[in-house]
């Protein structure tokens, strides 16, 4: 069964611009969620959707948004970017509610903003 | 609202030796999970072990096992027999089942040969 997919896998924007990043969760997973790590600031949960619904979301701006699709694919775009916007942005999906069964991560993209 | 604090940055182990690293955390939540992920250099996080706060009993992976204090809020991890291929990123991560992990600052564990 292949695992969770991101594309792209490096992207580099300068400031001001917008991004969208995709994430293909495995087959027959329904929940999404979206993370950033930086090193200063670690690894922080963005937001999590299930059957298309967003049901947690963490403390980011407006500026971050996302969806998923009724095939369970997610997208997080984000809209004029800034400098410390620059992270890896990790995907992860499971069977059921986050949280309650394990989670698998994708290989994540790597956003850089110049 | 839940922290997780992992108070050593960097940790050495000699191959074939033990080592346990440290994870403590706080909440008012009575029911949750916790988990220790590894994150390599390819930086794909993989899921080591994880313990539902409800379990007395210890939760073990093969050469992976945990010490859960459920009262003093804390969760380490035990590595027997250590390989290089342990060497990597550990995040320890709690969830109350909301569908967001929280995760502590990791632990940069190095194997020397």
Same mark, same amino acid.
């Given at each position: 069964?292949?695992?969770? %997919?991101? %594309? ?8 001001g611009?917008q ?7 495995i087959?027959g997973?329904?929940s999404?969620?979206?993370?950033q ?18 049901r ?6 407006g500026?971050?948004s ?13 809209s %004029? ?16 509610l986050?949280?309650?069964v394990?989670?698998?991560?994708g290989?994540? %993209?790597?956003l850089?903003?110049? | 609202?839940?922290t997780?604090?992992?108070?050593q940055p960097?940790?050495s ?7 346990t ?15 220790w ?13 994880r ?15 945990v010490n ?5 809020k804390s ?5 027997s ?7 990597a990123m ?8 909301g569908?967001k ?11 020397k040969?």
């Amino acid at each position: 069964k292949a695992g969770v %997919t991101q %594309t792209p896998r490096y992207l580099i924007k300068t400031r001001g611009q917008q991004v969208t990043l995709s994430c293909s969760p495995i087959s027959g997973h329904r929940s999404v969620s979206w993370y950033q790590q930086t090193p200063g600031q670690g690894l922080q949960f963005l937001f999590e959707y299930f059957s298309e619904t967003q049901r947690n979301k963490g403390n980011f701006p407006g500026r971050f948004s996302g969806r998923q699709f009724s095939n369970s694919r997610s997208e997080m775009n984000v809209s %004029t970017l800034e400098l410390g916007d620059s992270a890896l942005y990790l995907c992860a999906s499971s069977r059921g509610l986050a949280g309650v069964v394990e989670q698998f991560f994708g290989p994540g %993209t790597r956003l850089t903003v110049l | 609202a839940q922290t997780v604090t992992q108070s050593q940055p960097e940790m050495s182990v000699q191959e074939a030796e033990t080592v346990t690293l440290s994870c403590t955390y706080d909440t008012s939540e009575s029911d949750y999970y916790l988990f220790w992920y590894k994150q390599p250099p390819s930086r794909q996080m993989i899921l080591v072990i994880r313990q539902e706060a409800y379990k007395q009993q210890n939760a073990t992976e093969n050469r992976f096992s945990v010490n859960f204090q459920k009262a003093a809020k804390s969760f380490s991890l035990k590595i027997s027999d250590s390989q290089l291929g342990d060497a990597a990123m550990y995040f320890c991560a709690y969830n109350n089942q909301g569908g967001k992990l929280i995760f502590g600052q990791g632990t940069e564990l190095s194997v020397k040969p």
